[in-house]
């Protein structure tokens, strides 16, 4: 038989409706296991997105505060070398004040009637003869702190 075929090929419309219900119900559930697991496909989507835009969050702050943390650092770095800078700028400062052409010719000239003697031991008698200078041998080099 057939689709609604009865005894000796007799139409039966309650067989064929019978028959019908049982395709649609079997339709029906077909398509509720197809909607589970659509909505179970999604369910899984937005846990998947969900945890990706959480992991680049995480990732995203971590490199911000790493750049920021190497920014401080690079800043920190910079302004310690600029201070050193100045103190040694300074120190060349105070050592250019001690110095002058008349000093210089004095020294060429002391040099130059004493041929024998040596550069080194010029400039420790100019160091001496220089009376600013005395005064700071007597006490010792200045300690910049």
Known sequence: G?????????????????E???L?????????DDQETLLA???????????AALAFEAC???LREGVASAVKLLVEIELEAAAK????????????RGM????????????AKSPEMTHSQSAALTLLHDPEN???LVKGPRRQG
Not at 2 to 18: H, K, T
Not at 85 to 96: I, T
Not at 100 to 111: E, G, N
């Open 100 to 111: 002058s052409a008349a000093k210089d010719a004095a020294a060429f000239v002391a040099h």
């Open 24 to 32: 649609l119900e079997a339709a029906k559930q077909a398509t509720r």
């Open 134 to 136: 005395r005064g700071a």
């Open 41 to 51: 496909c999604l369910r899984n989507q937005d846990q998947v997105s969900g945890a």
């Open 2 to 18: 057939g689709l609604g075929s009865g005894r000796g090929g007799e139409f039966d419309p309650r067989a064929e409706e019978s």
């Open 60 to 62: 995203d702050l971590q």
């Open 20 to 22: 019908a219900e049982e």
């Open 85 to 96: 800078r100045v103190q040694e700028l300074e120190g060349l400062k105070q050592g250019l």
